[in-house]
């Protein structure tokens, strides 16, 4: 449809705004395109949280958004921020959430873990949450509470009781125990610690260990569920 065309010519524009005219825009350009007109035909991936298709607009917006983010993480590297963007959408595609969603956090996190002892740790902490958030059906709204209390954590540089309890706390099942479990500590020792300001954010990699252990074995069954 003439709609339809629109939309692929502003999915277009935005990506070549960030990568310019190389083939491997071109490349990544053809792919993106096939994948949304895949929507059009109700195939669900790329864009499965997507209900409307003009709201792929908002998900654009928040892809150039990252932009500025992307390229300052990677320092301009064309070949590290077409990975990044490579990742992101396998990881939107595979656990079928929003694109512009991902993209967005993900660079806030990655800005956010840069120069830190977890910045090796960024995408393996990212994709725990987000592979937690799958199994447990979290709303766009929760999955966003989740993973903007990551980038506060990182930001910090140690966790705080606001991101453990009103963010993760209240928004992913059993985060408290989990983070507790992962750092082989106790709950009442893990809030000690926590209102002490002894506990730094690098207990995100251990946080992000155990997610996996409990979630990594209910993910293919979740992944085959709406």
Do not use: C, W
């Not at 590290?80 to 939107?92: C, E, G, P, S």
């Not at 949450?129 to 540089?157: F, Y």
């Amino acid at each position: 449809t003439a709609g339809t065309r629109v939309q692929t010519e502003s999915l277009d524009s935005a990506f070549r705004r960030f990568y310019g005219g190389s083939r491997q825009a071109l490349s990544l350009l053809q792919r993106l395109r096939g994948q949304f007109l895949g929507l059009a035909a109700g195939v669900t991936g790329f864009y499965a949280a997507v209900n409307q298709i003009g709201e792929v607009v908002n998900s654009i917006q928040k892809i150039e958004a990252a932009q500025s983010r992307l390229v300052a993480v990677n320092n301009g590297n064309a070949q590290k921020i077409a990975n990044d963007l490579d990742f992101l959408r396998r990881t939107a595609n595979r656990l079928g959430i929003d694109f512009g969603t991902l993209a967005d956090q993900y660079t806030k996190f990655a800005a956010s873990t840069q120069n830190t002892n977890i910045e090796k740790d960024t995408r393996g902490i990212f994709l725990a949450v987000a592979e937690a958030a799958r199994v447990n059906k979290l709303s766009v709204e929760q999955l966003n509470g989740t993973l903007n209390a990551l980038s506060q954590i990182a930001a910090k540089g140690t966790v705080q009781m606001e991101e453990l309890k009103s963010q993760l706390g209240d928004r992913l099942p059993g985060a408290i125990q989990i983070m507790a479990d992962g750092l082989g500590i106790g709950t009442t020792e893990l809030f000690k610690l926590t209102e002490q300001g002894e506990l730094s954010s690098e207990a995100l990699s251990n946080f992000a260990q155990e997610l996996n252990n409990r979630y990594g074995k209910a993910l293919p069954s979740a992944l085959k569920t709406s």
